[in-house]
C-alpha cells in the first residue's frame, strides 16, 4: 500500500499522473493530471476531486474512458485517489477523483454475505491429498506386481527403471512416450486449451454505463434487460458464444495499481458483470473503480482478472474493453466509493447446468454456468441463464411446445431435492412461459423466512418441438352412473389434439370413501386449472379475503405446494365446485354463505380456523392421467352417490 495525499491536503494546481492498461500489451501507462480543486457537498455526501487531462497520448485514445474507472492518481509518490467518472455529453478530457481516504474504509466494512450451512473443502489441500494418495495406491500396486513377476521379469523392471532415471528410453518404451509423458503432455494441451477459452471469456463492461455479457444472443439480452434491476445500465455483449467453458480459477493471483480487474454476477458459457482498474492492493486486498457496480453494499461476487483488448473512443461514451479471465478472489463490498475484495477467497456460488434439445431443428447442447449467490439476483439470473440457453439452441420459440425437468438440490426442502416438471405452450415465446415455475421455486428458498437457505446446485433439462402440442377435453363418460364410496370408476375420456384425430382415454377414478351420499360433482381438466373456490368468488366480488393461512406457511410447505401443483399435460379427475349458478339471486345467495364463512374464519383461534379451501382430506382424492399434449380447457360430470 503506497503512502497517501490526504483530501485535506489536496490544492488546485498540483500535478499528478494516473496508471492504467490500455491495450493487449499489459503494460502499465501513464497520462498526466491537474487538480483543478476539491469538491465536498456537505455532511454525508461523497467528497469528490475534479481534474483534467491532455496531452498527446490521451488525446490519441479519446480522453477518458469508461473502463478507466478506477485508475490510481498519484501526485509525486503519494496515491490521491481512483478516477472516478466523468461529465457525460461534455469534455472527456475533464473528470472526478473518488479520494483513496474514502476507498480504504471499505475493508473493514461488516461481511456477512459469504455464510453457509455447507461442509466446505479446502480444494488446494484436497487436491493435495488427493495426489499423495494416488502415489501411494500406484506404489501399493506397483509392489503386488512386482512381487508376482518372475526372475527374469523383475530384471527387466529394474533395467527400466535405472533408464528411467538415467534419462534413457525404457526397453519396452523403444521411441514410444512413457504413460507419464503422455499424460503430462495431454494436460498441457488441456491446459493450453483451457487458456485459451479463458483468453476468450468476454464479461463485463464497466462503469455504470455498460455492462458486459457473454452468451446471451439478442432474445436472450433482452430477456435480461427486461427482468433485471439495471438501473439505466445498458448491456452490451461480447465474444462469440463458444463450447461449453471450464471455469478456471487461480488460487496464488496478484495485482497492482493500475491492472484490469473484473467483476461478475454470473461466470461460464453465460457471464454478466464488469471491468475497471485497480486502485490499491494490500496484501491481499484490494480495492477499485472508484465507484460502485450495482451499489449493493455487502456482496458476495466473482472478482477475476482481466485482458484489456483495446479502446473504443466515441463523443462522449469511449469504453475501454477487456476480456474477464480467472476468478482470483471475491469482491465483498459494492459502495459509492469503490469495490473492494480479497484475493485468494471465492464467493459462495451456485453452479447451473442447462441441457437443452430442440427435436425440430435436431440441435442439442448443454450449458455450464456459476451464479454469484445474491438473494435479489439469484432467481432472475437462474431463470435468464435457462431461458438464454434455450434461445441459443432454438432460433425460434414462438408457436412451439417445450417440456421442461429441473431440480434443485437444497436444504429448505424435505430431502434435500426438489424437482418439478411441466409442459408448456405458447405462440408469443415459450421459453418465457418454461422457466416461470424455476423462478417461482428459486425465489421461494431465497426469501426463506426461518433461515438463510443454501442452494447446492441446480440442474434443468428442456426438450423443444416447433409445434402445437396441446389438446381440448371433449368428454368424460363414466362406465357406471350410480357408485357407492369407495369404488372405482373408469371413465372414457375424449380429447381433441391440434389438428389431429380425436382420441380417447380410459382413466380411472376411485370415489373418496368418505363421500357422502347424494351428487358427486367432478372435474375433469387440465392440471394447470385451478378449481373455483369460495374465497375466489369472494375476490372476484371485491370483497376482502381472509388469508392467514398462507402467512404461517413454512418454505418447504410453499415448494411442496408447488412440487404437488398439476401439470398442464395432466388430465385431473377429481371433486369440483358446486355446478355454476343458473341466477343472479342464486349468485348472490351463495356470497352471502361464503362472506358469513369468512367472518366466522376471520374471528376463529389458529387452532380452530374455518378453511373454506377444499378439505385436506378430499384434496388427495384425485386421479391423474399424463397426456403427451398441454390441456387447455376443463369440463364436468356427476355421479350419484349411495350409502
Same mark, same amino acid.
Given at each position: 500500500?503506497?503512502?497517501?495525499?490526504?483530501? =485535506?491536503?489536496?490544492?488546485?494546481?498540483?500535478?499528478?499522473?494516473?496508471?492504467? *492498461?490500455?491495450?493487449?500489451?499489459?503494460?502499465?501507462?501513464?497520462?498526466?493530471?491537474?487538480?483543478?480543486?476539491?469538491?465536498?457537498?456537505?455532511?454525508?455526501?461523497?467528497?469528490?476531486?475534479?481534474?483534467?487531462?491532455?496531452?498527446?497520448?490521451?488525446?490519441?485514445?479519446?480522453?477518458?474512458?469508461?473502463?478507466?474507472?478506477?485508475?490510481?492518481?498519484?501526485?509525486?509518490?503519494?496515491?490521491?485517489?481512483?478516477?472516478?467518472?466523468?461529465?457525460?455529453?461534455?469534455?472527456?478530457?475533464?473528470?472526478?477523483?473518488?479520494?483513496?481516504?474514502?476507498?480504504?474504509?471499505?475493508?473493514?466494512?461488516?461481511?456477512?454475505?459469504?455464510?453457509?450451512?455447507?461442509?466446505?473443502?479446502?480444494?488446494?489441500?484436497?487436491?493435495?491429498?488427493?495426489?499423495?494418495?494416488?502415489?501411494?495406491?500406484?506404489?501399493?500396486?506397483?509392489?503386488?506386481?512386482?512381487?508376482?513377476? =518372475?526372475?527374469?521379469?523383475?530384471?527387466?523392471?529394474?533395467?527400466?527403471?535405472?533408464?528411467?532415471?538415467?534419462?534413457?528410453?525404457?526397453?519396452?518404451?523403444?521411441?514410444?512416450?512413457?504413460?507419464?509423458?503422455?499424460?503430462?503432455?495431454?494436460?498441457?494441451?488441456?491446459?493450453?486449451?483451457?487458456?485459451?477459452?479463458?483468453?476468450?471469456?468476454?464479461?463485463?463492461?464497466?462503469?455504470?454505463?455498460?455492462?458486459?455479457?457473454?452468451?446471451?444472443?439478442?432474445?436472450?439480452?433482452?430477456?435480461?434487460?427486461?427482468?433485471?434491476?439495471?438501473?439505466?445500465?445498458?448491456?452490451?455483449?461480447?465474444?462469440?458464444?463458444?463450447?461449453?467453458?471450464?471455469?478456471?480459477?487461480?488460487?496464488?493471483?496478484?495485482?497492482?495499481?493500475?491492472?484490469?480487474? !473484473?467483476?461478475?454476477?454470473?461466470?461460464?458459457?453465460?457471464?454478466?458483470?464488469?471491468?475497471?482498474?485497480?486502485?490499491? *492492493?494490500?496484501?491481499?486486498?484490494?480495492?477499485?473503480?472508484?465507484?460502485?457496480?450495482?451499489?449493493?453494499?455487502?456482496?458476495?461476487?466473482?472478482?477475476?482478472?482481466?485482458?484489456?483488448?483495446?479502446?473504443?473512443?466515441?463523443?462522449?461514451?469511449?469504453?475501454?474493453?477487456?476480456?474477464?479471465?480467472?476468478?482470483?478472489?471475491?469482491?465483498?463490498?459494492?459502495?459509492?466509493?469503490?469495490?473492494?475484495?480479497?484475493?485468494?477467497?471465492?464467493?459462495?456460488?451456485?453452479?447451473?447446468?442447462?441441457?437443452?434439445?430442440?427435436?425440430?431443428?435436431?440441435?442439442?447442447?448443454?450449458?455450464?454456468?456459476?451464479?454469484?449467490?445474491?438473494?435479489?439476483?439469484?432467481?432472475?439470473?437462474?431463470?435468464?441463464?435457462?431461458?438464454?440457453?434455450?434461445?441459443?439452441?432454438?432460433?425460434?420459440? !414462438?408457436?412451439?411446445?417445450?417440456?421442461?425437468?429441473?431440480?434443485?438440490?437444497?436444504?429448505?426442502?424435505?430431502? !434435500?431435492?426438489?424437482?418439478?416438471?411441466?409442459?408448456?405452450?405458447?405462440?408469443?415465446?415459450?421459453?418465457?412461459?418454461? *422457466?416461470?415455475?424455476?423462478?417461482?421455486?428459486?425465489?421461494?428458498?431465497?426469501?426463506?423466512?426461518?433461515?438463510?437457505?443454501?442452494?447446492?446446485?441446480?440442474?434443468?433439462?428442456?426438450?423443444?418441438?416447433?409445434?402445437?402440442?396441446?389438446?381440448?377435453?371433449?368428454?368424460?363418460?363414466?362406465?357406471?352412473?350410480?357408485?357407492?364410496?369407495?369404488?372405482?370408476?373408469?371413465?372414457?375420456?375424449?380429447?381433441?389434439?391440434?389438428?389431429?384425430?380425436?382420441?380417447?382415454?380410459?382413466?380411472?377414478?376411485?370415489?373418496?370413501?368418505?363421500?357422502?351420499?347424494?351428487?358427486?360433482?367432478?372435474?375433469?381438466?387440465?392440471?394447470?386449472?385451478?378449481?373455483?373456490?369460495?374465497?375466489?368468488?369472494?375476490?372476484?366480488?371485491?370483497?376482502?379475503?381472509?388469508?392467514?393461512?398462507?402467512?404461517?406457511?413454512?418454505?418447504?410447505?410453499?415448494?411442496?405446494?408447488?412440487?404437488?401443483?398439476?401439470?398442464?399435460?395432466?388430465?385431473?379427475?377429481?371433486?369440483?365446485?358446486?355446478?355454476?349458478?343458473?341466477?343472479?339471486?342464486?349468485?348472490?345467495?351463495?356470497?352471502?354463505?361464503?362472506?358469513?364463512?369468512?367472518?366466522?374464519?376471520?374471528?376463529?383461534?389458529?387452532?380452530?380456523?374455518?378453511?373454506?379451501?377444499?378439505? =385436506?382430506?378430499?384434496?388427495?382424492?384425485?386421479?391423474?392421467?399424463?397426456?403427451?399434449?398441454?390441456?387447455?380447457?376443463?369440463?364436468?360430470?356427476?355421479?350419484?352417490?349411495?350409502?
Amino acid at each position: 500500500m503506497p503512502p497517501i495525499l490526504p483530501y =485535506s491536503e489536496v490544492t488546485a494546481g498540483m500535478q499528478g499522473t494516473a496508471y492504467t *492498461v490500455l491495450d493487449t500489451s499489459g503494460e502499465i501507462r501513464s497520462f498526466p493530471v491537474e487538480i483543478l480543486g476539491a469538491m465536498e457537498g456537505g455532511k454525508g455526501s461523497q467528497r469528490m476531486i475534479m481534474a483534467r487531462t491532455s496531452g498527446e497520448f490521451i488525446e490519441h485514445v479519446g480522453g477518458v474512458l469508461q473502463g478507466m474507472s478506477g485508475s490510481p492518481i498519484y501526485v509525486g509518490d503519494r496515491l490521491v485517489g481512483a478516477l472516478a467518472a466523468g461529465l457525460k455529453d461534455l469534455s472527456p478530457y475533464t473528470f472526478f477523483i473518488t479520494p483513496i481516504e474514502d476507498m480504504t474504509p471499505l475493508w473493514s466494512m461488516p461481511d456477512t454475505k459469504n455464510q453457509t450451512s455447507i461442509d466446505t473443502v479446502d480444494i488446494v489441500k484436497e487436491i493435495e491429498e488427493r495426489k499423495k494418495a494416488d502415489e501411494k495406491r500406484r506404489l501399493r500396486e506397483r509392489e503386488k506386481a512386482f512381487a508376482k513377476m =518372475s526372475q527374469e521379469e523383475r530384471e527387466a523392471e529394474w533395467r527400466d527403471m535405472i533408464a528411467a532415471l538415467n534419462g534413457e528410453k525404457t526397453e519396452a518404451e523403444g521411441d514410444q512416450p512413457t504413460e507419464k509423458n503422455t499424460e503430462a503432455e495431454s494436460e498441457a494441451t488441456h491446459d493450453e486449451a483451457s487458456s485459451d477459452k479463458a483468453d476468450a471469456h468476454t464479461s463485463t463492461a464497466e462503469e455504470k454505463a455498460y455492462f458486459f455479457t457473454r452468451g446471451f444472443n439478442a432474445a436472450g439480452l433482452r430477456y435480461l434487460q427486461d427482468k433485471m434491476p439495471m438501473n439505466g445500465v445498458s448491456l452490451l455483449p461480447l465474444g462469440g458464444s463458444g463450447a461449453n467453458t471450464q471455469i478456471h480459477t487461480r488460487y496464488d493471483a496478484t495485482l497492482a495499481g493500475g491492472q484490469p480487474v !473484473g467483476v461478475a454476477l454470473v461466470y461460464g458459457d453465460f457471464s454478466i458483470g464488469a471491468t475497471g482498474t485497480v486502485t490499491a *492492493v494490500d496484501g491481499k486486498k484490494v480495492v477499485a473503480f472508484g465507484h460502485s457496480f450495482m451499489h449493493k453494499g455487502n456482496v458476495n461476487y466473482f472478482m477475476t482478472d482481466a485482458d484489456v483488448i483495446g479502446t473504443i473512443a466515441g463523443q462522449s461514451n469511449g469504453v475501454k474493453i477487456a476480456n474477464i479471465g480467472s476468478v482470483i478472489g471475491r469482491v465483498n463490498q459494492d459502495r459509492e466509493t469503490g469495490i473492494a475484495g480479497v484475493l485468494g477467497t471465492f464467493p459462495t456460488s451456485v453452479p447451473m447446468q442447462i441441457h437443452v434439445k430442440d427435436n425440430t431443428l435436431g440441435t442439442e447442447e448443454t450449458f455450464g454456468a456459476q451464479i454469484a449467490y445474491d438473494e435479489d439476483f439469484l432467481p432472475i439470473l437462474s431463470g435468464s441463464v435457462a431461458y438464454a440457453a434455450m434461445s441459443r439452441v432454438s432460433d425460434a420459440l !414462438g408457436s412451439s411446445t417445450a417440456r421442461i425437468r429441473f431440480a434443485i438440490r437444497t436444504n429448505a426442502y424435505d430431502g !434435500g431435492l426438489f424437482e418439478r416438471r411441466n409442459m408448456y405452450y405458447s405462440a408469443a415465446d415459450v421459453g418465457q412461459v418454461a *422457466v416461470t415455475e424455476l423462478l417461482q421455486a428459486m425465489n421461494l428458498i431465497v426469501t426463506n423466512a426461518e433461515q438463510e437457505s443454501d442452494v447446492i446446485d441446480v440442474d434443468v433439462d428442456v426438450e423443444l418441438n416447433g409445434e402445437r402440442q396441446t389438446a381440448l377435453l371433449v368428454s368424460a363418460t363414466p362406465d357406471k352412473m350410480t357408485v357407492k364410496p369407495g369404488d372405482t370408476v373408469t371413465f372414457q375420456t375424449k380429447i381433441r389434439p391440434y389438428r389431429k384425430a380425436e382420441e380417447t382415454l380410459s382413466i380411472p377414478y376411485r370415489v373418496p370413501k368418505t363421500q357422502p351420499a347424494g351428487t358427486l360433482n367432478l372435474d375433469i381438466r387440465g392440471g394447470g386449472f385451478v378449481p373455483v373456490n369460495p374465497l375466489m368468488l369472494l375476490a372476484q366480488a371485491g370483497l376482502e379475503v381472509p388469508d392467514d393461512e398462507e402467512k404461517f406457511k413454512s418454505t418447504g410447505d410453499r415448494l411442496r405446494e408447488l412440487a404437488e401443483q398439476g401439470q398442464n399435460n395432466e388430465i385431473i379427475i377429481a371433486p369440483g365446485a358446486a355446478p355454476a349458478p343458473t341466477s343472479e339471486k342464486e349468485m348472490k345467495k351463495r356470497m352471502k354463505a361464503a362472506a358469513k364463512a369468512s367472518a366466522r374464519a376471520a374471528k376463529a383461534e389458529p387452532e380452530k380456523r374455518v378453511t373454506l379451501l377444499a378439505d =385436506s382430506k378430499m384434496k388427495d382424492e384425485k386421479e391423474k392421467f399424463f397426456a403427451p399434449y398441454v390441456i387447455e380447457n376443463v369440463i364436468h360430470a356427476m355421479l350419484k352417490v349411495e350409502e
